[in-house]
């Protein structure tokens, strides 16, 4: 079974503003491309370049079906779809193309992405064991005192 681990930190909450306690999962890097691509190289019997090629031609048409208003299912991992925020309007005719405020790509994983993700255990951890005291002031807790600088001193 997987397993990610998480911390607890405080955080300051702006629409309370106020001082609590939040967890976050860890996150430990960014997979690019290039290492999804290696990765998959070596466990398959596919070619590295043969399998570069086809997942670009992949990614070209996956790109270009999202961009001509199709919804888009990538396996087990889910669907993918365009979206918008409009301004409303009292008539059909004040709703135009213009009234766009928000352009964005949804997600949804699939069944199958979403039950496994709900077995996966997150284990807290002890921030300290993570991000040791820089010196800044922070701390573990990663948050400065208030009118702190990056420094620790005043602003």
Do not use: Q, W
Request: proline share 5%; hydrophobic share 35%; with cysteine.
């Amino acid at each position: 079974m997987s397993e990610i681990k998480a911390v607890v930190r405080r955080r300051r909450m702006a629409c309370r503003d106020e001082l609590r306690y939040v967890a976050r999962p860890v996150t430990y890097s960014s997979i690019g491309t290039e290492e999804v691509l290696a990765r998959a190289a070596e466990n398959s019997n596919i070619d590295r370049g043969a399998l570069s090629h086809a997942f670009y031609a992949i990614e070209k048409e996956f790109k270009n079906f999202l961009l001509t208003g199709h919804t888009v299912r990538l396996g087990v991992i889910g669907t993918f779809r365009p979206s918008f925020s409009c301004r409303s309007g009292a008539r059909r005719e004040d709703v135009r193309p213009e009234g766009i405020t928000c352009r964005r790509i949804v997600f949804m994983p699939s069944v199958e992405l979403k039950r496994e993700h709900g077995e996966v255990d997150y284990v807290f951890v002890d921030p300290e064991d993570l991000y040791p005291d820089t010196g800044d002031g922070a701390g573990a807790e990663g948050v400065l005192p208030v009118g702190a600088g990056a420094d620790g001193g005043s602003e």
